[in-house]
């Protein structure tokens, strides 16, 4: 049985997120759940700073050349913006500043935003029919990690302000 690219894709990209998702429901979720937002998100962050690694598309040789510059450009610095909020984020948390909240937020934005943009370039291009290289592996490999800690630290960002709006109605 011959399978197209997309077709691969969808089916290692599903059983990474299947994969992914077993493994944080069953022993890290548990663990995250009785921590507090500051402890619990800021591992999160840092692993989506790793999100440099799409800077690889502009290298030379990495992927095949015929592929749009503009295209990858937005793709790559798109990946960096993300990852740099990210960093921003997990530094304002760390320490202890009142603008980490707002930070984590602006970054989940951005880093959601960059997603969504990718997956749109990736279709209006035809990404996986072409030679991308290393990027393929990220694609499947990190991009389910990514996700899953986004709905996660989006999930606690959700559960902060509800907690904090208790706070205040009982104060």
Do not use: C
Request: hydrophobic content about 60%.
């Amino acid at each position: 049985m011959i399978m197209n690219n997309w077709t691969i894709l969808g089916v290692q990209s599903t059983i990474g997120l299947v994969v992914y998702t077993l493994i944080f429901f069953w022993y890290v979720q548990p663990k995250l759940s009785k921590l507090p937002f500051e402890k619990a998100v800021l591992p999160l962050l840092l692993l989506h700073v790793f999100r440099f690694a799409g800077f690889a598309l502009l290298v030379v040789g990495q992927i095949d050349p015929s592929l749009p510059q503009q295209v990858m450009s937005a793709i790559a610095y798109g990946d960096l913006l993300a990852g740099i909020s990210a960093l921003i984020a997990a530094i304002a948390l760390r320490g202890r500043s009142s603008l980490a909240v707002s930070l984590i937020w602006l970054f989940t934005f951005i880093g959601v935003a960059d997603i969504a943009n990718v997956g749109r370039i990736a279709i209006s291009i035809d990404l996986f029919n072409q030679y991308i290289g290393t990027m393929w592996f990220v694609s499947i490999l990190f991009f389910p990690i990514l996700i899953i800690a986004h709905v996660y630290i989006f999930y606690r960002l959700i559960k902060k302000g509800n907690e904090d709006f208790r706070g205040i109605e009982n104060a």
